[in-house]
């Protein structure tokens, strides 16, 4: 009820957040499945230092985090030099760039829940695919990502939840432009400059609690239930 | 507010701690300032640094503060009309520059040139921060505000040292911020990048005011301690204006400027007026 009071300018920063917050969480999944597989189920040489790297966003300060983005995907930046000379693709400033920074925030996150996932897998089931005849690639597609699918989800739903909140990084690569770059938090944190913007800000952050609080609970939820169906599973399994 | 013993003991109390807020871009002088005092005094000054903002919010919710210094005359009125401010002087002034990166390569001379085709972005504090207000002035007074807007090349950093790191980086060609914040970067040794091309008139802009505040401590705003009362005062000393002068700073009320305003000379009808309760003394 309270989005259709919204103002132009605040549906605005819902909008282009929750685009964002797409695209960051569709952009980074298949990276992400990638380096949660290998965590789960590879050793090697170094892990912990990509271990490190995964995890690092999670801890460094946002401002931090971006400023690197910056100096990276900037114009002047090595990646960004070359993004733009290959595929004419500029970040700065742009909302893809604030895709880039919560991507790159949320990157963790949803790591650790496939990873989890992934981790559970009785593997029992996936060398039984193997012993039928399925290639590694099928067995990967029509077993262990099927099966992993409740980690999965929940990793999305707190990518995109923590993407929705991402304002740190953002606000050094992405800039604070209304209309294309100003999301949710820095069009709270615009508001709030001046005197008597809690009064103007408060349906945003109404609706920035319910988006964050909604996911929080699906993804619990869907973590609350990959954890009974793997129980259930063994059951069938063993008994 | 921390655990008060009983009244009109000893004068020798424990040094008192002064808690000064300043907002960011004043930080490194009111540091400087508040370490000499600190050291003459023997009090123990801690300065906490913040958006204008984010420092009246908390000084509003019951932080303990003693002094504020603000970027924004706004913010100080928001005090005082809430019954926070005992005290409040407009301290210092400032001035708007046109930064470029080091060596100017989209040819940046006056604001006019903004508009050129080798502009693509020009950065700006963000529009409700003083220094994003004044910089929005300044540019409709030279009249390519309204074109920077039209062409989509504003960009607002969210405070006036982000926009600057945006000129620093290279990523905005041009940026309007305050001359004290291209002194102190380049003091740090970060602001090597970027060279300043164009002083801006300050009759472009509305007058550029920070205000520093006496709190009140809880229900009565002339509640002030001793320790913070002389902090406040040493701020508009010969000594402080010294300090802020060297970071770039206008000194608007050096105990000279302060004696007119006492006297009631100083009358040009600005935002601020002064206010000074009865100090029975």
Redesign the interface.
């Given at each position: 009820m309270t989005a259709l009071l919204l103002s132009p300018d605040e549906w605005q920063a819902v909008r282009l957040s929750v685009v964002v917050a797409f695209a960051a969480v569709a952009g980074s999944l298949p990276l992400a499945i990638a380096t949660a597989w290998l965590l789960a189920r590879r050793n090697f040489r170094g892990k912990i230092v990509v271990e490190m790297l995964v995890n690092l966003p999670l801890v460094l300060p946002p401002v931090v985090t971006g400023?690197l983005l910056?100096?990276a995907f900037?114009?002047?930046g090595f990646v960004g030099r070359w993004l733009e000379e290959w595929l004419g693709l500029r970040l700065?400033?742009d909302w893809k760039g604030a895709a880039v920074a919560s991507a790159v925030v949320a990157f963790p996150l949803m790591v650790r829940a496939i990873r989890v996932a992934l981790a559970m897998i009785d593997q029992d089931v996936e060398d039984a695919a193997r012993s039928l005849g399925a290639g590694r690639l099928g067995t990967f597609w029509r077993v262990t990502l099927p099966l992993a699918r409740p980690g999965l989800v929940a990793g999305c739903v707190l990518a995109f939840a923590r993407s929705i909140g991402e304002f740190g990084a953002t606000?050094?690569i992405a800039?604070?432009?209304p209309g294309?770059t100003r999301t949710i938090p820095?069009y709270v944190?615009?508001?709030?400059?001046?005197?008597g913007?809690g009064d103007a800000a408060w349906r945003v952050v109404v609706v920035s609690v319910v988006v964050s609080g909604v996911a929080l609970v699906v993804a619990q939820g869907l973590e609350g239930r990959a954890g009974r169906e793997r129980v259930v599973r063994r059951g069938t399994v063993r008994g | 507010m921390t655990g008060c013993g009983p009244r009109g003991g000893p004068e020798r109390d424990p040094p008192a701690r002064v808690l000064v807020l300043a907002a960011a871009s004043t930080v490194d002088a009111v540091e400087e300032a508040a370490g000499l005092f600190a050291a003459r005094e023997g009090a123990d000054v801690v300065v906490s640094a913040g958006?204008s903002?984010g420092l009246?919010?908390q000084i509003l919710e019951g932080a303990p503060a003693d002094v504020f210094v603000s970027a924004s005359a706004?913010?100080a009125?928001?005090l005082r009309a809430r019954g926070r401010a005992a005290e409040v002087v407009g301290l210092l002034g400032n001035r708007l520059v046109i930064v470029v990166l080091a060596g100017n390569p989209a040819g940046v001379a006056s604001p006019a040139d903004l508009l050129g085709e080798r502009v693509r972005?020009v950065?700006l504090a963000?529009?409700?921060?003083p220094a994003g207000v004044y910089a929005r002035e300044a540019l409709a007074h030279a009249g390519v505000y309204g074109g920077l807007v039209e062409r989509?090349r504003?960009?607002?950093?969210?405070d006036v040292r982000?926009a600057l790191?945006?000129v620093e980086?290279?990523?905005?060609q041009a940026g309007v911020v305050y001359a004290t914040d291209v002194r102190a970067a380049s003091g740090a040794g970060m602001g090597a990048g970027v060279e300043v091309v164009f002083e801006v008139p300050s009759d472009w802009h509305e007058r550029i005011v920070y205000p520093v505040v006496l709190v009140g401590r809880g229900e009565d705003a002339t509640d002030v301690r001793r320790e913070a009362r002389a902090f406040f005062e040493f701020l508009q000393s010969h000594e402080a204006a010294r300090v802020f002068e060297s970071h770039g700073f206008e000194v608007l009320t050096g105990a000279g400027a302060r004696r007119d305003a006492e006297r009631g000379e100083e009358s040009n009808g600005d935002q601020l007026p002064e206010q000074s309760p009865e100090r029975g003394g």
């Open positions: 400023w910056l100096v900037g114009t002047r700065v400033f606000i050094m800039g604070s432009i294309q820095l944190y615009n508001v709030l400059q001046s005197p913007g | 958006p903002s009246a919010g706004e913010w009125e928001v972005w950065a963000g529009e409700r921060v989509g504003i960009v607002r950093g969210g982000m790191a945006y980086s290279g990523e905005a």
